[in-house]
């Protein structure tokens, strides 16, 4: 009782006060803190903050990341793995500590590529990086519109390499090309070059060039983003990349309309060498010059012709001998033909002929009266012939060379019982005749 009465006698803590101690104490047992996790549920809030889990197999733990901490803002979405730097610290209201995060980087190139991956696999099965979709660059675009960072060296590398090769109408549109609102304001350029009218005080450009240089993965991440891939591929305007260097690559890249390795390249492509095409023309200048001489020409030389009427009457009068010797050599060759088939012919009198075909007529009047009684005759021969085998199977003569014979009596009548036998009786074998006589 003693005890209980000492527990009741110190004093009760509010709970704003318990809260308070609880964060100053764990803000200063930790201080600054690195902690790597996996990014779970993200938040970003109407005024720029940002709510996030981090998580790992067995634990999460919640971070804000305020606005005015947000410098280098790296992809942040589900699932990936970053490092979270900041201090350790709790939000009173709701009983939670939390990190209050002044800086997240990727944990790792991997993670970054693995994103990339599976987003590139979603674009490319809804078709927006299909080769049927790329459309050809104008040849000599009248106006360019490139998308890029107003500083650093490739808005002037560019602009130098179009003046090198055929400077068209050049309209920039300045962004960002890195940190969190570079995807944003990408997206912004690209669709309001799209939005220019055609005749318009502005003039809409021929040609859109995205480009920025070079970089690693999480500085070329806001052209992965996938909202900047659906507008660069849905834009109506044909569109060149040139991102980072030539090894690098971006979804927008497959988005685009061509990919170039650089952006200088990227200039390159976009118009022809300034010298090459006036080369062409001049070329093309030169062969219309001597058109009309040509031509001239070849009509002088036929005029001259005709006011020749000797050279053309020469040429007529030679080509009729030619025709007319060539005629002489034709209906030569078809009399001789035609006086050797008549030679061959051998005529005769009609009579002649009348005689040969009455011969042949009555030759063939015999050969078919004997053909239509041969066809008559015919079926009553062969039944003739089944009647004589038959009766040769049947004939007792057949009967004799089995072994048997023929008892006949004196006037040559067949015995066919003992009481017949009289007298003097032939017997008749299969090879002839005995006489016998009943004893």
Same mark, same amino acid.
């Given at each position: 009782m003693a005890e209980l009465s000492l527990?009741?006698?110190?004093p009760a803590w509010s709970v704003s006060e318990l809260s308070t101690a609880l964060k100053g104490t764990i803000e200063k047992a930790f201080g600054d803190v690195r902690v790597r996790g996996e990014l779970g549920r993200v938040t970003k809030a109407a005024s720029g903050h940002m709510y996030f889990d981090l998580k790992d197999a067995s634990a999460l733990i919640n971070?804000?990341? *305020?606005?005015?901490?947000?410098?280098? #803002?790296? !992809?942040?979405?589900?699932?990936?793995?970053?490092?979270?730097?900041?201090?350790?610290?709790?939000?009173?209201?709701? @009983?939670?500590?939390?990190?209050?995060?002044?800086?997240?980087?990727?944990?790792?190139?991997?993670?970054?590529?693995?994103?990339?991956?599976?987003?590139?696999?979603?674009?490319a099965a809804e078709g927006l990086f299909d080769d049927a979709k790329k459309r050809a660059l104008p040849y000599l675009p009248r106006t360019i519109g490139i998308i890029t960072s107003p500083t650093g060296a490739v808005i002037h590398d560019m602009l130098h390499r179009l003046r090198e090769r055929f400077l068209p109408h050049v309209l920039f549109w300045p962004v960002q090309v890195q940190g969190e609102t570079a995807a944003a304001q990408v997206i912004a350029a690209v669709k309001g070059f799209n939005s220019l009218?055609?005749?318009?005080?502005?003039?809409?450009?021929?040609?859109?060039?995205?480009?920025?240089? +070079?970089?690693? #993965?999480?500085?070329?991440?806001? *052209?992965?983003?996938?909202?900047?891939?659906?507008?660069? =591929?849905?834009?109506a305007i044909p569109t060149i990349s040139a991102i980072g260097h030539e090894t690098d690559w971006t979804l927008i890249d497959l988005a685009a309309d061509m990919r170039a390795p650089t952006p200088t390249g990227a200039a390159e492509f976009a118009v022809p060498v300034k010298a090459d095409l006036l080369a062409t023309v001049m070329d093309l200048h030169q062969r219309l010059e001597l058109a009309p001489v040509r031509l001239i020409r070849e009509y002088r030389n036929r005029l001259a012709e005709i006011r020749a009427p000797r050279n053309l009457l020469e040429a007529l009068a030679q080509r009729l001998d030619d025709r007319a010797m060539r005629l002489g050599r034709g209906l030569s060759s078809w009399l001789q033909a035609r006086h050797l088939q008549l030679t061959r012919l051998h005529l005769?009198?009609?009579? !002649?002929?009348?005689?040969?075909?009455?011969?042949?007529?009555?030759?063939?009047?015999?050969?078919?009266?004997?053909? =239509?009684?041969?066809? @008559?005759?015919?079926?009553?021969?062969?039944?003739?012939?089944?009647?004589?085998?038959?009766?040769?199977?049947?004939?007792?003569?057949?009967?004799?060379?089995? +072994? *048997?014979? #023929?008892?006949?009596?004196?006037?040559?009548?067949?015995?066919?019982?003992?009481?017949? =036998?009289?007298? @003097?009786?032939?017997?008749? *074998?299969?090879?002839?005749?005995? =006489?016998?006589?009943k004893v």
């Open positions: 527990l009741d006698e110190k971070g804000v990341w *305020f606005k005015g901490a947000q410098r280098k #803002v790296p !992809e942040m979405a589900e699932g990936l793995e970053v490092i979270v730097s900041g201090r350790l610290s709790t939000y009173p209201a709701r @009983s939670n500590y939390q990190l209050i995060v002044t800086s997240v980087e990727p944990a790792g190139i991997g993670a970054l590529l693995k994103l990339i991956e599976e987003r590139k696999k979603k674009l009218e055609a005749g318009g005080p502005v003039p809409r450009p021929d040609l859109l060039i995205i480009a920025r240089g +070079g970089g690693s #993965v999480e500085d070329l991440m806001p *052209f992965n983003d996938e909202a900047l891939v659906r507008a660069v =591929a849905a834009s005769r009198s009609p009579l !002649e002929m009348l005689a040969r075909r009455r011969d042949r007529l009555q030759l063939l009047d015999q050969r078919l009266t004997k053909e =239509a009684a041969l066809r @008559s005759i015919e079926p009553q021969r062969q039944k003739l012939l089944r009647l004589t085998e038959k009766l040769e199977v049947l004939s007792y003569r057949n009967t004799l060379k089995r +072994g *048997f014979a #023929v008892v006949k009596d004196e006037a040559g009548h067949a015995i066919t019982l003992a009481a017949q =036998a009289q007298g @003097s009786m032939q017997v008749e *074998f299969a090879d002839g005749s005995i =006489a016998i006589k």
